[in-house]
């Protein structure tokens, strides 16, 4: 360390302005904490609410970057260690060591790092006795930065592995592209609102505020004319016109399911699962519709009446299960159901890093039940001649396509139409499936 340096002071130059005063080992603490959490079934976000403000962002980039890399760092520690260590301690190596990682956004001088991971560890009596490892380790770390170079090839047995079987199974050839693309930050996405501004107007007020955007390919384009990549994620507030309604944020996989569905004006519609609102609002922004939202979760429905209302736009939201008709179907038929069903999101693993901590190999058969579940339902609620669009954030055939064939062998008054099929996740998009059907 330069001796003009203060002893125990952060560097802090890529560190959002926010977060200047909070030092790291409280952010090394606080992480460490958030993942010790998910071993209790608590996500990422639940864990953030109650963090003091000042730390959540950082926060949230380290235990990010934590977990997307999650493998490699595994990999990097158990070099150096003997005797894995209990839960807390492992937990706090790993996001000290995520500094380490050359595409970190978390940048500090490795000294720092090694000091403040161990005056972190002297914040818990779990961590505590382990403040001479830890600092062992890192100093190791930091004495062999090509290990934390490599191909995802070589981390393959520190990942989860039911997760690595399952994409193995089913991606043969794509497996190791899937594990691969999940280390990277995904795109950030907006979707312009053209109920209220062009995508062209909206391109301009970015430019007047110098906030960078991506061309997209026109292929995706196509299938997504409403969306815009921001080159750098940025809080939704400092955007233009956010409480005016003009964008929402979604991935540009997602803005493909509204253009898939055959729509007319005034078309009675049916969005099955409906929150946060992503697809209801889309919906409304391309078509006048007499649109249902139903949700099964009562905390979630309050997410779609926002988005909704922020966006100028009208739904009648409900709360019911879709697995059973009675709790809320009055026996109109709809025109066209959209069915954005529960499943693994393994698809968007990367957005939502804590998905493989929390997901067990068990659940898939549960979720491939309520899928059958609701699918059979949203069969019996369309009417004739009416479209049904299936959607999943999952990357598994039994989420996917099987799905879409039982429900091709359980109705004969169905046909199916071209659609998308599966999208695994890339560098423009998460990972979708998408399949269309028309009741005879
Ligand atoms: C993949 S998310 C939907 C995302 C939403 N379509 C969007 O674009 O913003 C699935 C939603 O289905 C809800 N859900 C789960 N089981 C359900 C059920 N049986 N009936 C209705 N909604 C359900 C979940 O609470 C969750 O909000």
Redo the contacts with the bound molecule.
Sequence with gaps: MNKTTPPKKTELSNVPNELKGANLSQILQHSAIALNALETGMTLTESFVNLPKELRSAVQSFTFTTLRHKARLLHVIYEFITKEPEIEVENLLLVAASVLLPDSPNKYNSHTLVNEAVNAATLSTKTQYAKGLINAVLRRCVENPNLFIGPVRDDVEYFQQWWVKRLKKAHPKDWLNILDTNLHEPGFYLRVNTTKITRREYLDLLENQAIETIEIPKVYLKLAPQAIRLAHSIQVQQLPGYDQGYFSIQDLG?QF?AHLLPLKKDLRVL??????????THLLELTQLDLTS????PS?ILRVQENLSRLDLASNVIQ????DLKSWWNGQYFDAVLA????SASGIVRRHPDILELRRDEDFQQLSI?QKK?LGNLWEVLKPGGFLLYVT?SVFPEEGENQCQWLMRTYSDIVRLDCLGQLLPNQWHDGFFYGLFQKK
């Design positions: 997602a399911a969005d099955a699962c409906s929150a946060p609102g992503g697809k209801t139903l949700e099964l979760d979630r019911g299960d879709a697995c954005d069903v529960p499943c309520t609701i954030c």
